[in-house]
């Protein structure tokens, strides 16, 4: 992969057929933030620099150094976290008529020349959100602060299950890009202003059925400081999780549809509840008594949970089975619904 000459091939074919805008994400990226926009190619018609209450003021350290013309700063007078100031970034970026909204954070860490990557499946009606994927060389994960790597693998098998897109990994990255029009329809008052901004957005993007895809892609590791913490968050983000698979299952298998995996799961939960539950119920009243349980009594929860979980297991199959293929944004445009409903407001 050689992204010099990627950029090149690729530059102005994605300057003529679409509007494209950077978001960097301002907090306590002054020492690399002027770097990151200089890196930014001709391609991007626009760069919205959010300043989200960042105490080394870079929205006025912007203005004062930068001179590219495509710069503009957004200013939050409280910190709304990274989310808050992508959604921010995405409301300027819907209202001036973008097509597709890149996110790339301002530390460094991201290389803005494999920017036409992450745009290009997005132009072909190949999906409306791509995100970075760290993990893809095994050479390069290396370079990755051990802490993090292993966090990073934890919190992927867990978003895995969350937001339903059992294809892709590396869910806390933060290099993404998404068409304006399926971002305009995102429910912004639910999505996580914080950390979890990252994973959250692909439930809201599962509910609504769009198309997402991992790009491969190095991480850059310098002196930037990261302000994400995997072993602070990482139980956060379980509860987090959990609730998310809550939300996602209900919303998808009973409230919008009623299949036959819907049936499945019921009955996976009833055999392996009620299996557990009677079978742990006689146990402590063998232990208790001393005597030895039936074998009818044995073998009548052993079944029920054997049973639960071969249902279990074909409902997995069914949701693995059920990722959003599809590109939503096209549909958005033929129905017509592209400047109705805009919930990101």
């Known amino acids: 992969m050689n992204p010099v000459a990627l950029r ?15 978001v960097i994400p301002c907090y306590k990226v002054r020492q690399h933030v002027l770097d990151v926009i200089a890196a930014i190619g001709n391609e991007v018609h626009a760069i919205y620099c959010v300043d989200d209450a960042c105490p080394e003021q870079s929205g006025d350290y912007i203005e004062k150094h930068c001179e590219d013309p495509r710069a503009k700063v957004l200013r939050h007078g409280q910190n709304q976290g990274v989310g808050g100031a992508m959604l921010t970034g995405y409301r ?3 209202d001036d008529g973008m097509t597709i909204i890149v996110k790339i954070d301002g530390d460094g860490q991201m290389d803005p020349r494999l920017l036409p990557m992450f745009v290009a499946p997005i132009l072909k009606g ?80 599962n509910v609504m059925r769009a198309a997402v895809v991992d790009v491969p892609m190095d991480a850059k590791y310098g002196d930037e400081t990261s302000g994400l913490s995997v072993s602070k968050v990482i139980g956060e983000f379980a509860v987090k999780h959990a609730r998310n698979l809550c939300k996602r299952i209900v919303y998808s298998y009973y409230l919008r549809d009623l299949s036959i995996a819907s049936l499945e799961l019921i009955a996976a939960l009833l055999l392996l509840g009620g299996g557990l539950l009677f079978g742990g ?58 400047n109705s409903n805009r919930n990101i407001r």
Do not use: C
């Open 281 to 338: 119920w006689h146990w402590a009243i063998a232990l208790r008594t001393g005597m030895p349980t039936p074998v009818g009594t044995v073998v009548m929860p052993a079944i029920a949970l054997v049973s639960g979980l071969q249902f279990l297991l074909a409902f997995l199959g069914y949701d693995i089975a059920s990722v959003p293929r599809r590109a939503l944004h096209p549909l958005l445009q033929s129905r017509g619904l592209v």
């Open 92 to 94: 300027r970026a819907i």
């Open 126 to 205: 190949e999906a409306d959100y791509a995100k970075g994927n760290r993990f893809w060389d095994l050479g390069q994960i290396r370079q990755m602060p051990t802490i993090r790597r292993f966090g990073n693998v934890g919190l992927s098998f867990l978003a895995k299950a969350s937001t339903g897109y059992w294809d892709v990994f590396d869910p806390t990255n933060g290099y993404t890009a998404i068409h304006a029009d399926v971002a305009a329809h995102l429910p912004a008052e639910s999505i996580s202003k914080r950390y979890f901004f990252e994973t959250d957005i692909l439930l809201r993007l």
């Open 8 to 22: 090149i091939e690729t530059m102005e074919p994605l300057r003529q057929s679409a509007l494209i805008a950077v």
